[in-house]
Nanobody, 122 residues
Framework: QVQLVESGGGLVQAGGSLRLSCAAS????????MGWFRQAPGKEREFVAA????????YYADSVKNRFTISRDNAKNTVYLQMNSLKPEDTAVYYC???????????????WGQGTQVTVSS
């Protein structure tokens, strides 16, 4: 069982930066792939970024490539999402997820956090 708690969301102007953190409980954190997803009002949850358990495989949605960076610190049981050059269309609730495979699909992920709100003003 893994519990995930996101933090770092907030209100930022377009062009600004935020860093999201996701703290995981449990000793098995390093065995899991970790991902970030987001959901805007009235839209389906969508993939943002994912990183394999060892960090050797990383994937990004096209919409965030070259702006967002996912990383993990297995010693701290934490995964990060550095978000730069933010745009109003990045506004959403951002969710952290843990799973056994690194995938861009939503359904295979086993554990989810409660989400953190990111709002980008124009």
């Amino acid at each position: 069982q893994v519990q995930l708690v996101e933090s770092g969301g907030g209100l930022v102007q377009a062009g600004g930066s935020l860093r999201l953190s996701c703290a995981a409980s449990g000793r098995t954190f390093r065995r899991y792939a970790m991902g970030w997803f987001r959901q805007a009002p009235g839209k389906e949850r969508e993939f943002v970024a994912a990183i394999s358990w060892g960090g050797g495989s990383i994937y990004y949605a096209d919409s965030v490539k070259n702006r967002f960076t996912i990383s993990r610190d297995n010693a701290k049981n934490t995964v990060y999402l550095q978000m730069n050059s933010l745009k109003p269309e990045d506004t959403a609730v951002y969710y952290c997820a843990a799973g056994s495979t690194t995938t861009t699909q939503v359904t295979p992920w086993n554990y989810w956090g409660q989400g953190t709100q990111v709002t980008v003003s124009s």
